[in-house]
């Protein structure tokens, strides 16, 4: 018994080497490629993958087609890649991919390279843009463009930063979202119209740990009001 129960579990769960990428056999097939140094995407791995996990390694930036090989992409991990840019083509063929994270990269959502990031990932369901932007004005006014995002059908979950006086596009409010984190926060100025772009799908904002935000009593009612009914922190804020 105890060698049939071996046998069926690595039928279930195999690992295996490679070219150092671990590929693990589940109920996804995932590459694990993390902190191998690598400066290119890889091409040598199967086209079956699920997951691919690519996660500290310094691409800096990512060219056309990298991804073509791996249409059966669900999740794809870019966090802590040393990223500076990406190719307009970068993603495309990744029409099955639902989670993608860019986390602690140093790219920019409020340029144009916005849209060639999310144009080719219209069926992403969680995206994870934080750290980033490190480039951005973290005191002016800083557009957020519904634009970049408005092909994202699906997109449910975003965790992204917030800086300056943010601006949220008009094209936020047909975005079927549910929760929005924003994880780096140099928030200035809560305003009574900095969050009216959102849509009504939206149950949860978290923002915290915005130490240095302004508002007045009238603003600092409106966060109380938004706090009722969503999960948003709303603590710390200098009163004018």
């Not at 989670?99 to 992403?124: E, H, K, M, Q, Y």
């Amino acid at each position: 018994m105890n060698m049939l129960l071996l046998l069926l579990f690595t039928t279930i769960v195999h690992v295996v080497n490679c070219q150092r990428c671990k590929i693990i056999y589940g109920s996804f097939i995932t590459a694990d490629c993390r902190k191998l140094h690598l400066r290119q995407i890889p091409q040598n791995l199967s086209e079956d993958i699920d997951v691919l996990d690519l996660g500290e390694n310094s691409f800096v930036t990512i060219s056309n087609e990298s991804f073509s090989r791996y249409r059966n992409l669900k999740v794809l991990k870019l966090d802590t890649c040393d990223i500076e840019s990406v190719e307009a083509e970068a993603f495309i063929g990744l029409w099955k991919l639902e989670v993608l994270s860019l986390a602690n990269n140093s790219l920019n959502i409020s340029t144009n390279d916005g849209l060639f990031i999310l144009r080719n990932i219209p069926n992403i369901i969680d995206l994870d843009f934080s750290s980033n932007m490190e480039l951005a004005d973290k005191t002016g006014h800083l557009l957020y463009p519904g634009a970049a995002f408005q092909h994202l059908k699906r997109l449910q979950n975003l965790t992204i930063d917030l800086y300056g006086y943010p601006v949220f596009g008009p094209e936020f409010k047909q975005l079927p979202l549910k929760y929005i984190k924003f994880k780096s926060c140099y928030l200035k100025h809560l305003r009574n119209d900095t969050f009216k772009n959102f849509p009504a799908t939206l149950s949860e904002i978290h923002l915290s740990k915005c130490l240095s935000i302004q508002t007045s009593k009238s603003e600092l009612m409106y966060c109380d009001r938004l706090a009722r009914f969503l999960f948003l922190t709303c603590h710390g804020l200098v009163l004018l």
